[in-house]
């Protein structure tokens, strides 16, 4: 009996705290949908009131790509991300049910279901915005021309060791092939006349792939090839070799085009490159002669005395080297314009002289990369910070809004104006695609209610890590000040098996009330500027957009300081700290058993996620007065006027919805 008693006083205090609703519904008697009372609507028991679908995009692609999913007139970009070849990538989006189609870089793509798979199995031509050109580049014919440096002259500055395992090295170049058709050497140094012992190494392009392989003798050789049609003829691509000693006896050789790799493996210590020939650009000894030659352009060959990594090859491909590098050893940009001499760039002036070769004016495109992050400065969203790269927006187009009812488990008056906040998160990713930085905006614009509502959410689809290692999900910027909320040290909810971030407690500490009930939904009464909280979530780890699981966040209120009283959107679970007992209660009709919640027994919600800026009716207006095809998209189960909330001729009436000054 006290239990009944205690919700009982409970609810009463509700009812009446709240702008007196239950009792201000009005019926009409009207066949018009347009004019028809909510509480009149015939609601599909399935209907979740929702007006996004959940889409996940699989993409992959045969070379390095910046891909960006757009609206289809470019306007709205839902998400931007770099792949590498070869790479399978996933990425779940929210989009508006009203859109159709999208944009995935050139193709056109159907929402049709509930993934899209995109696939570009040819490789695309390289960006021409926004690029920085040299004014030459080495011509080299397929047939006799070559540029070598002779064995004397090094003096020690390329890599090398008379047995056992050599040094550390990186060999990268700007290459542009005219035929793609079998091995054409970039860079060699092999043995040609020491019988029985041709120590040395060749990075060549092979069949539109590459291939990196390091001599000790006839017999004994490391081999690494990449995948073959990786690069087309006649486009500049940018590649690269490394050879990475490990302390325990292993070595590691890696193959990179425009610096993601493409091909790499581990061995035994792998053998000698030292020799006394030449260092030759162009062309190798095959089969007793000098048989083998490049067929194209030349730019920025390098070799350094470390393994670098990939991203650092691939950021620095973006800059004309000066020679003063770190670790770098030897250098050519084949800048001359005439002549027969190429210059090397570094201290060691190892210059090569030209056989055959020809200096071209035809330019090679190194892309603009201020931060040398691997984004170009066209594409890149934080063009001077290398730990950033790209901005994700949800929603993509602007804010969203959540409207709610407060009274729940009893009915209200069906404006949904007793809690109206806006939304927009902002996931920061970097090169590689990882999560930097959630940053969260929420505008607090109105509440039509007497009580004390605080607001906030989970991620029920977030990595289970950010529960287990709380350390791992950081969270600043929220509003508290009531005392009721429990936070651990990094900002989350305590109590909770899912990450939940409480980000105000009490509406009317972000928006005073200028007296009587409520804020901005009565026009008779003064208006109050919104504010904005700003919360930024920080996982502290490598984690992958889909691992913070913003698309399917669980928001709800908090009614009147009271944390076990929660409002959620329809069938959307409560939080471990509701208190369920109110399930069932007044005009609820919530049944955990079938995963039902927060909906009366005609199947209307409490709450409205809407993927846009939302304007809220005006005090004791329902919702189906203010916006003239709401009950049509109810009653539909969502399929006609999918877009009932935009401001489209016809679509609202304008004398019921309150009007920001």
């Not at 190798?284 to 194209?296: A, I, M, T």
Request: overall charge negative; glycine content about 8%; some cysteine.
């Amino acid at each position: 009996m006290r239990g009944i008693f205690t919700f009982f006083l409970i609810s009463v205090i509700l009812v009446f705290a709240s702008c007196e609703k239950r009792s201000n519904v009005t019926e009409e008697n009207n066949d018009n949908l347009q004019n028809k009372s909510i509480n009149d609507l015939e609601i599909a028991s399935g209907f979740n009131w929702d007006m996004t679908n959940e889409v996940a995009f699989v993409l992959s692609s045969a070379d390095t790509r910046l891909v960006k999913i757009t609206s289809i007139d470019g306007n709205v970009t839902y998400h931007q991300a770099k792949l590498k070849p070869g790479e399978t990538y996933h990425v779940d989006l929210s989009i508006p049910t009203y859109v159709k189609e999208l944009m995935v870089n050139d193709k056109r793509v159907s929402l049709g279901s509930s993934q899209a798979t995109v696939n570009w199995s040819q490789k695309g031509a390289r960006a021409s915005a926004a690029v920085v050109t040299t004014t030459y580049v080495l011509h080299f014919d397929g047939s006799n021309d070559y540029v070598s440096i002779d064995d004397a002259s090094l003096s020690g500055a390329i890599p090398s060791a008379s047995s056992g395992a050599p040094d550390d090295f990186t060999i990268s170049a700007w290459i542009y092939l005219q035929s793609t058709s079998g091995r054409q050497p970039i860079v060699s140094k092999q043995g040609t006349t020491e019988a029985g012992n041709v120590r040395g190494f060749l990075f060549s392009a092979t069949d539109g792939g590459l291939e990196f392989e390091l001599f000790k003798n006839d017999s004994d050789d490391t081999d690494l090839t990449s995948a073959t049609g990786l690069m087309s003829a006649n486009t500049w691509y940018h590649v690269a070799a490394t050879y990475d000693y490990i302390a325990d006896g292993t070595s590691v050789m890696t193959l990179y085009i425009d610096g993601s790799s493409v091909a790499s493996t581990s061995f035994a210590v792998g053998p000698a490159q030292a020799n006394s020939q030449p260092l030759d650009i162009g062309r190798y000894y095959y089969s007793g002669s000098y048989s083998r030659y490049f067929h194209g352009y030349m730019e920025d060959l390098r070799i350094y005395s470390t393994a670098r990594t990939g991203a650092a090859i691939d950021g620095d491909k973006a800059t004309v080297p000066t020679g003063a590098e770190p670790d770098l050893e030897l250098s050519w940009i084949f800048e001359e314009g005439s002549g027969t001499t190429a210059g090397d760039q570094t201290a060691n002036a190892n210059d090569g002289n030209i056989s055959g070769a020809v200096y071209s004016s035809t330019t090679v495109p190194y892309v603009a990369d201020a931060d040398s992050d691997g984004v170009e400065d066209a594409n890149d969203d934080y063009p001077n910070d290398p730990l950033r790269a790209f901005n994700n927006y949800f929603p993509a187009a602007g804010y969203g809004s959540l409207a709610y009812e407060d009274l729940w488990p009893g009915k209200g008056d069906f404006d949904f104006n007793d809690v109206v906040i806006d939304y927009r998160f902002n996931t920061v990713t970097n090169a590689s695609n990882e999560v930097v930085e959630v940053l969260a905006s929420f505008p607090v614009k109105a509440s039509g209610a007497a009580l004390e509502n605080g607001f906030g959410f989970s991620l029920p689809d977030a990595s289970s890590d950010f529960v287990s290692s709380p350390d791992k999900f950081v969270v600043t910027g929220y509003d508290h000040q009531e005392g009721y909320v429990s936070l651990n040290a990094y900002g989350h909810e305590t109590g909770q098996s899912e990450p939940t971030v409480v980000v105000f407690d009490n509406f009317f500490n972000i928006l005073a009330s200028p007296g009587g009930t409520g804020v901005n939904t009565d026009p008779g009464r003064p208006f109050v500027p919104f504010d904005t909280l700003n919360v930024t979530i920080t996982p502290t780890g490598t984690y992958a957009i889909n691992d913070m699981g913003l698309t399917t966040w669980n928001p709800f209120i908090i009614v009147d300081k009271t944390r076990n009283h929660e409002v959620h959107l329809p069938d959307y679970p409560p939080s471990d700290l509701a208190d369920v007992t109110l399930f069932g209660q007044w005009e609820d009709d919530s049944d955990p058993g079938t995963n039902r919640y927060y909906k009366t027994f005609d199947d209307l919600p409490w709450a409205l996620d809407i993927p846009s800026a939302f304007e809220w009716p005006k005090e004791k207006i329902e919702i189906t007065e203010a916006y003239n095809h709401f009950a049509e998209w109810a009653e539909s189960g969502g399929t006609l006027y999918t877009d009932w909330y935009i401001d489209n001729p016809g679509y609202r009436d304008d004398n019921k919805i309150y009007d920001v000054p």
